[in-house]
């Protein structure tokens, strides 16, 4: 594992699902419209080919011409009330040649990485370059949750639930289709979408569900996102203490949700057990490091190596200990009028462990989708040692999409976004090259 991404990621201060897993009943919701917008038949229909879209300035500048708009997101029709009112608007950018330099049109969608706000990073890195070395043009989409989509309340890129995350992809994935409807619209084509670590994640997710050939190139990513919140030094930026105590204060977390819960990699032989064997020996190093992680990003009231619960859920969890004061929970939206404290148990820490990754499979591993149409349109770039997104205990994509091609560059994921672009670019053009041979010569 790369040594610089370990280090980049103690630098930061940075929390993710400060205020935890979210409403019980939205996370039941978006489970529910995960089984419609994973099947291409089925969500396909939730778009149609002339959904409304506005162009809010036309320029024309040196090298390129630049156009910005913005839409409704297709998700407020179909989950109202779960995205924050900021976020509703969706808003892009594209990058046009000011003259087309053939008969095809090529576009590229880009979506966001993590802390990537705004236009600017992805405009300059990506869409300049890319249009001048292979006249690919670009539409860059701002993420739900960013830049002027980005809630009041929210602090820089952290989201505040775990749902949040969830109802971030559902979005891009119905914003994706807006998008690639009006490009055909625009006599535009062929069409590819790119992203870097979670974006290439959610350009995964979105291409899935696009009814024709698409190039697909996924930088730093892979087929779940379990593995970057519970085995990546991501795991290390999450409350874990906040998380347990919610999930032991609410039966529906284990009683219900749980039981909606499908993971491809529930066949997978001792799965479970050995994603928490591997968390507590590999990152952090073990339970008690854990522990004093995770005090750095509680407040202290939180308390560190105790969870609150309720009279309920105590009857699972063996303790001598004496009740406690009533303790309210603002997350879960209740006062738990008879609790108790009790220390934590390593196997109680597992059980919470495997409910994230439980729900990230839930809603993110790619073995949930459909199949893109064509998966020898695929180019995945990743990092051999890569410490933020783990690929050994998970489905590979070229095992739930065989025809994709993988290429691996001699980097951690810090590394490769700092010094690799060119790899990225370099792929995106050797996958609109394959679409242009198979179905536009």
């Not at 090529?106 to 292979?134: Q, S």
């Not at 874990?240 to 204060?249: C, D, G, N, V």
Request: with cysteine; glycine share 6%; aromatic share 10%.
């Amino acid at each position: 594992m790369s040594r610089l991404d370990q280090l980049y990621r103690r630098l930061l201060l940075t929390k993710y699902f400060t205020k935890g897993w979210g409403n019980p009943d939205n996370l039941k919701r978006l489970f529910e419209f995960r089984k419609i917008i994973s099947r291409r038949d089925t969500c396909q229909h939730l778009v149609s080919p002339d959904y409304p879209l506005h162009i809010d300035r036309d320029e024309t500048q040196k090298d390129c011409r630049i156009l910005e708009g913005h839409f409704v997101s297709p998700f407020t029709k179909y989950l109202p009330g779960i995205m924050p009112k900021e976020t509703e608007i969706a808003r892009f950018q594209v990058i046009l040649p000011k003259v087309w330099p053939g008969k095809l049109k090529p576009v590229c969608l880009h979506l966001a990485g993590t802390g990537d706000h705004y236009f600017w990073r992805r405009r300059t890195l990506m869409a300049r370059p890319l249009l001048k070395e292979a006249g690919i043009a670009s539409i860059i989409l701002e993420n739900p949750y960013y830049g002027v989509r980005k809630p009041k309340q929210q602090l820089r890129s952290s989201l505040h639930n775990v749902s949040d995350l969830f109802v971030m992809g559902g979005a891009l994935v119905l914003e994706s289709l807006v998008l690639f409807h009006w490009c055909e619209r625009q006599g535009y084509g062929p069409l590819g979408i790119t992203g870097i670590s979670m974006g290439g994640h959610m350009a995964s997710l979105a291409a899935t569900n696009w009814s024709k050939p698409i190039a697909l190139v996924p930088c730093l990513s892979w087929s779940t996102a379990s593995v970057v919140f519970t085995q990546g030094v991501m795991s290390g930026a999450i409350p874990w203490k906040l998380l347990q105590q919610q999930y032991f204060s609410d039966n529906s977390y284990e009683d219900e949700l749980s039981k909606l819960i499908q993971s491809p990699e529930k066949n997978r032989v001792n799965a479970a057990f050995q994603l928490g064997q591997n968390f507590s020996r590999n990152y952090p190093s073990s339970v008690i490091k854990m522990e004093e992680l995770q005090s750095q990003f509680l407040k202290p009231e939180e308390g560190v190596g105790r969870l609150h619960v309720t009279a309920a859920a105590a009857g699972r969890i063996q303790s001598q200990s004496p009740p406690a004061a009533s303790f309210h929970s603002t997350s879960v939206g209740r006062v738990l009028s008879s609790t108790v404290t009790v220390p934590l148990r390593e196997d109680q820490q597992r059980e919470v462990l495997d409910f994230m990754r439980g729900i990230m499979d839930e809603c993110t591993h790619l073995g949930n989708f459909s199949v893109p149409v064509d998966p020898g349109l695929v180019i995945i770039v990743v990092g051999k040692s890569d410490a933020y997104v783990p690929r050994d205990s998970v489905l590979s994509l070229t095992e739930l999409w065989p025809g994709a091609e993988v290429r691996y560059i001699d980097s951690g994921h810090i590394s490769a976004f700092l010094f690799k672009q060119s790899e990225f670019r370099k792929a995106i053009i050797d996958a609109f090259q394959k679409q242009t041979m198979r179905y536009y010569s």
